[in-house]
């Protein structure tokens, strides 16, 4: 089948032979197509192959509006926000006395930054602006200016009341829940599964964004289509990549996150500072590809530290801000008037925003300067707000467009015009923009299995991790069997496996620790995609815990048949391999509610390692339960190790009429037992006349029975003992469920 390749009218070289040239004007931004648009053309083109046509010569699409029908004109958005008012508090520092506090020790605020009485600081100081669909509009300032907070207000990641002034979408607030669905946002650090290819992030995305009604083949042509407009086309079949393995470059990287964020072509996208530890050539191709986003009828809004003078001249609009105040908004081109006006002109050598931006950082040093500045933006932006030098695809919309659509109509017509806005219907009879869009693309059962797909897939690649489990529950097994080989049933071969199976449970918690980076490490993958409705939480914990159960089912299997024959123990084979799962289903549940809660990896190992030793302090093995304190049994029965130790020793120990300890051995382990063997048979005669019991050297003194008895095993049965094991992997699932929904809100405060 042919390529699809997304080219500009500039571009004076002919596709490849096999590929489909897709021209895409640069000056026509209103008249672009959007990818739906570009999908059925292929898909007509698909259909011409089958007919007959060569494969081998390329095939150019005429898309630019030139000939046939004209793609109706861009649906107008505007995102409209005004006062936008952010401020945090300021934790006061300890006031040291007057006579230990060094002269000068308590400076004065840095001129320009506001502090309350209330000790609050201001982030974001009534801003106010437009961006609208066909343009980008940069947010710009120093660090610490506030633009990653103005994004996150604009994007909806700001807590309920912690945020003043409003935010509307042609005129109407948007709920939040249409936010999810209509935008996307891309944040500045590269989230994404390290061993999956380009093609393959980028098919998942859309397993996940599109809705389940689109064909598979569709979601492909989609998927190909999005690989050229973002000119990942060599590094499609390459694996992302990370510190221990080679992959893609750092450009391509970020163009494959901004991807996964626009494979259901978002009505808005919000990216942080995208082009950040990029060189400058592949910056500028984040950038255009930004702008090929925008022309397709998006609403695109970013923050960016410094753009280089290429870059500049693909922005739209522009918003320098100081200290949270707005300095200048308006298109790039007004730059050297603005600063003209203000008295400060741009040399004809120096970049606009370097410039822009030295000029901010000398009056955030001096008093008043940064205040001076804003109120003079104010002043100028009222005067030449009638005079504003807009780009072409701007003025059509402003002349062609004073309709003024409600946000419910705009949706329904950019719906129509192909947008796939996550299974949208255009429909008219609903009485809110909301009821238009379903919450989530696809149902749960889709979620899960595309979620397990996609992490067997990452993990297959990785078969070191799992090599290294393997090894080292066959190494302890190994251990463990030429230790303890062949225990016999002697009073010491009691004591023995009784220490085995202590130590064997918690062995089986304790190796279940390599589970806690794993989460750890997809946890910002997991907020990003839940917090626009990717998919459902919930979907993500079935498949988390269905995708660890086959590598638990191989180590439990490994481990139970490396120990149970060697260190030669009775009972069931069966049930000793399904509490050792049971235990590592428990531990690795465990392990990962824990990752939910803990931000690093070596303090959940230290939480780890000190909670599985008073799990097995308090088990049963080291004290009975009927010696520990009445105000310490309370953590016996919350002890992960006691229940799957209480199993074993039931399941060794259950057979009645095996004896373990005859005649002359209970003497064994007492000052007795060096006396000659004719003596303790002496011994056992006397005691027998003394307690009317006829004791022999052969007699049974101790049954498996009195064993489970002496070591307090006599609350639940074994089976019991499995279910209340297996209870507890559910239990701590379901808290790790409620931490990640606490913790996944991934709002400001």
């Known amino acids: 089948m042919a390529r699809v390749v997304a080219l500009e009218t500039s571009s004076p070289s002919p596709p490849p032979a096999g590929e489909v040239a897709v021209d895409m004007p640069r000056a026509a931004a209103c008249d672009s197509p959007t990818l739906a648009e570009l999908l059925k053309s292929v898909s007509d083109l698909s259909r011409n192959e089958a007919a007959g046509d060569d494969d081998d010569a390329p095939v150019t699409l005429d898309i630019s509006g030139g000939g046939g029908v004209n793609p109706p004109p861009s649906v107008p958005f505007v995102l409209a926000f005004t006062n936008l008012t952010y401020r945090v508090k300021v934790r006061r520092k300890l006031a040291l006395p007057g006579f230990l506090r060094r002269r000068g020790s308590a400076p004065d605020p840095v001129f320009g930054e506001t502090l309350s009485p209330q000790h609050t600081k201001t982030i974001l100081d ?53 936010m999810k669905v209509i935008s996307a946002y891309v944040m500045q650090d590269d989230l994404l599964f390290p061993m999956l290819t380009v093609e393959e992030t980028l098919m998942f995305a859309a397993e996940f964004r599109l809705p389940r009604a689109l064909s598979n083949s569709k979601k492909k042509l989609r998927v190909q289509t999005l690989i050229d407009q973002l000119g990942l086309r060599n590094a499609a079949k390459t694996v992302i990549g990370d510190e221990g393995h080679r992959g893609v470059s750092g450009g391509e990287r970020r163009r494959v996150s901004i991807g996964t964020d626009i494979i259901h072509d978002p009505i808005l996208l919000f990216l942080d500072e995208p082009t950040s530890g990029l060189d400058s050539t592949s910056a500028f191709m984040v950038v255009k590809v930004l702008q090929r986003i925008a022309r397709s009828g998006s609403v695109v809004i970013m923050s960016i530290h410094q753009p280089s003078y290429r870059i500049l001249g693909l922005l739209d609009q522009m918003i320098f801000l100081s200290r949270g105040k707005t300095v200048y908004s308006g298109p790039p081109s007004n730059l050297p008037v603005f600063f003209s006006d203000f008295g400060h002109p741009i040399p004809d050598t120096d970049n606009w925003t370097e410039f822009a931006l030295d000029l901010i950082r000398q009056l955030e040093g001096s008093p008043g300067g940064i205040k001076s500045m804003a109120e003079f933006n104010k002043s100028w932006q009222s005067l030449k707000k009638g005079n504003l030098s807009n780009t072409l695809c701007a003025s059509e919309t402003n002349t062609t467009t004073t309709t003024n659509l409600s946000l419910k ?39 899960l299995a595309v979620l397990s797909r996609r992490s067997f897939t990452n993990s297959w690649r990785m078969p070191e991790l799992f090599g290294v489990r393997v090894a080292v529950v066959m190494v302890t097994g190994f251990i463990l069997a030429t230790i303890f080989w062949r225990l016999d049933d002697s009073p010491k071969g009691i004591q023995e496996r009784l220490g085995f199976f202590a130590f064997a449970m918690s062995t089986t918690f304790y190796t279940c620790a390599d589970a806690l980076p794993v989460f750890l490490q997809e946890r910002y993958i997991f907020m990003r995609e839940t917090a626009y409705n990717a998919y459902r939480r919930s979907s993500y914990l079935l498949a988390h815990a269905l995708t660890s159960l086959p590598a638990l089912l191989l180590v439990s299997l490994a481990f139970a048949a490396a120990t149970f024959w060697a260190v030669g123990l009775d009972g069931s084979f069966l049930f000793y391999f399904l509490i050792i799962f049971a235990s590592f289903w428990a531990g690795s549940s465990f392990v990962t509610f824990l990752s939910g809660v803990v931000p690093h990896v070596m303090l959940g190992y230290i939480i780890v390692v000190a909670i599985i030793a008073y799990f097995l302090l308090f088990s049963g093995f080291f004290i009975n339960r009927d010696r520990i304190p009445a105000y310490w049994i309370w953590f016996h029965y919350i002890s992960l190790v006691k229940y799957p130790y209480e199993a074993v020793l039931q399941n060794e120990f259950e057979k009645g009429a095996k004896c373990f300890v005859r005649g002359v051995q209970i003497f064994d382990g007492t000052p007795l037992a060096a006396v000659p063997e004719a003596m303790k048979v002496n ?23 009195d064993i489970l008895r002496q070591q307090g095993v006599t609350d639940l049965s074994k089976w019991n003992c499995l279910w209340v094991t297996v209870g507890w992997g559910f239990f701590f699932h379901f808290l790790f469920y409620v931490a990640v929904l606490i913790g996944s809100k991934n709002k400001r405060r």
């Open 126 to 178: 009534e801003v106010s602006g437009e961006a609208r669909d066909g343009e980008i509009m940069a947010v710009m300032g120093a660090s610490g200016s506030g633009k990653s907070t103005l994004i996150d207000a604009l994007a909806n990641r700001m807590a309920k009341g912690s945020l003043k002034g409003t935010a509307t979408l042609n005129g109407e607030p948007i709920e939040s829940r249409l």
């Open 683 to 705: 011994l056992l005669a006397s005691m027998s006349g003394t307690l009317g019991v006829d004791i022999t050297s052969s007699s049974c003194v101790t049954t498996g029975a």
């Open 409 to 447: 109509e705009a949706i329904s017509a950019s719906i129509s015009r192909g947008k796939l806005v996550s299974g949208a219907t255009a429909t008219t009879n609903n009485s809110s923009p909301t009821a238009m869009v379903p919450s989530y693309a696809n149902p749960p059962w889709v979620e």
